[in-house]
């Protein structure tokens, strides 16, 4: 079992920058692959970027490459999105999640999910 909790959401302007946390419990957090997806109450859950249980595979959405960076410290059991020239269309609430599933790169699988944080950007 593993739970997830995000932190790190807020208030940004335009071209500014945030740093979301998704802490995990459990001891065997670093086996799990994890993700970062988005949603707004117009769009359905956006898969946003993937780390894979070692750190090594990264993936990100083509919205984001560039200007997002995911990556994990495993004695922390800590995932991280920093999110860098931010737009308004990445305002959503982020949630974070995990799986061991060999999808998780493609956003599927996804067992385990965190409550979400809002990120707001204004123009």
């Known amino acids: 079992q593993v739970q997830l909790v995000e932190s790190g959401g807020g208030l940004v302007q335009a071209g500014g920058s945030l740093r979301l946390s998704c802490a995990a419990s459990?001891?065997?957090?670093?086996?799990?692959?994890v993700g970062w997806f988005r949603q707004t109450p117009e769009k359905e859950r956006e898969f946003v970027a993937s780390i894979n249980w070692s750190g090594i595979n990264r993936n990100y959405a083509d919205s984001v490459k560039g200007r997002f960076t995911i990556s994990r410290d495993n004695a922390k059991n800590t995932v991280y999105l920093q999110m860098n020239s931010l737009k308004s269309e990445d305002t959503a609430v982020y949630y974070c999640?995990?799986?061991?599933?060999?999808?998780?790169?493609?956003?599927?699988?996804?067992?385990?999910w965190g409550q979400g944080t809002q990120v707001t950007v204004s123009s």
């Open positions: 999640a995990a799986t061991k599933s060999v999808d998780y790169y493609r956003g599927r699988g996804y067992n385990y």
């Open positions: 459990g001891r065997t957090f670093s086996s799990y692959a």
